[in-house]
């Protein structure tokens, strides 16, 4: 009895904690300083974004997603008025492999650019 009581309570309390974290997910954010204008910002982004491109230039790294296959349809059998079979196939078809390429410094780079506008004094807020 005590169980289905703790059921009827989490299970809702669960779908709440899982809508917010949902709509949180959505949120959006922005740099703030309480003495600094929109253009001061730019400037200091700008710099903060230099640095980091010193410090974590783009290293392209290119990886396989998926594909480099043969696809074989063997094709479609069918009686004949007959009573004898009869079978169509088609040619083997080579499914070429899937390449993306990822710079292997962005995380680190965009990480570079967070530490230096809070170490200039700014904020990352909810947008508003």
């Not at 922005?30 to 910002?41: A, I, R």
Request: some cysteine.
């Amino acid at each position: 009895m005590a169980s289905r009581i703790s059921n009827r309570i989490t299970f809702p309390i669960g779908w709440l904690l899982l809508a917010t974290m949902m709509l949180s997910a959505c949120q959006r954010y922005e740099w703030v300083h309480p003495t600094k204008s929109l253009e001061q910002f730019g400037r200091d982004k700008f710099a903060c974004e230099e640095r980091a491109s010193r410090m974590y230039p783009v290293v392209p790294v290119t990886t396989v997603e998926g594909g480099g296959y043969i696809y074989d349809d063997f094709g479609h059998c069918h009686r004949r008025f007959d009573g004898f079979g009869v079978c169509y196939s088609r040619p083997p078809i080579y499914v070429p492999p899937t390449y993306s390429t990822r710079d292997m410094n962005q995380p680190a780079r965009n990480q570079a650019v967070e530490s230096c506008l809070y170490s200039k004094g700014y904020q990352l807020v909810p947008a508003k």
